[in-house]
Nanobody
Framework: QVQLVESGGGLVQPGGSLRLSCAAS????????MDWYRRAPGKQRELVAA???????NYADSVKGRFTISRDNAKNTVYLQMNSLKPEDTAVYYC?????????WGQGTQVTVSS
């Protein structure tokens, strides 16, 4: 069993930055494919960014050039650095871990971009 705990959400003005963190329990974190999803009010959940166990990354077109996903296997943590935030980035952001048919979700952290 893997537990994921997100942190770092909050209220930020347009153009601002936030860094989300997702801390994972368990010693096999480094083998997991990690990603961030988000769900905005009235919209479907969407994949924001992903990182493989080897460090390869992938991003949704809407966040390319603004968001950066990274991982620190020594700390069992994955990060999402979000820059140049826009009101349309407002959503609950979820951390997700997957490996060999197993999948785990965090509880989510709210990000609100508003002036």
């Amino acid at each position: 069993q893997v537990q994921l705990v997100e942190s770092g959400g909050g209220l930020v003005q347009p153009g601002g930055s936030l860094r989300l963190s997702c801390a994972a329990s368990g010693s096999i974190f480094r083998t997991f494919y990690m990603d961030w999803y988000r769900r905005a009010p009235g919209k479907q959940r969407e994949l924001v960014a992903a990182i493989t166990s080897g460090g390869s990354t992938n991003y949704a077109d809407s966040v390319k050039g603004r968001f950066t996903i990274s991982r620190d296997n020594a700390k069992n943590t994955v990060y999402l650095q979000m820059n140049s935030l826009k009101p349309e980035d407002t959503a609950v952001y979820y951390c997700h871990a997957a490996r060999s048919g197993y999948a785990y979700w965090g509880q989510g952290t709210q990000v609100t971009v508003s002036s």
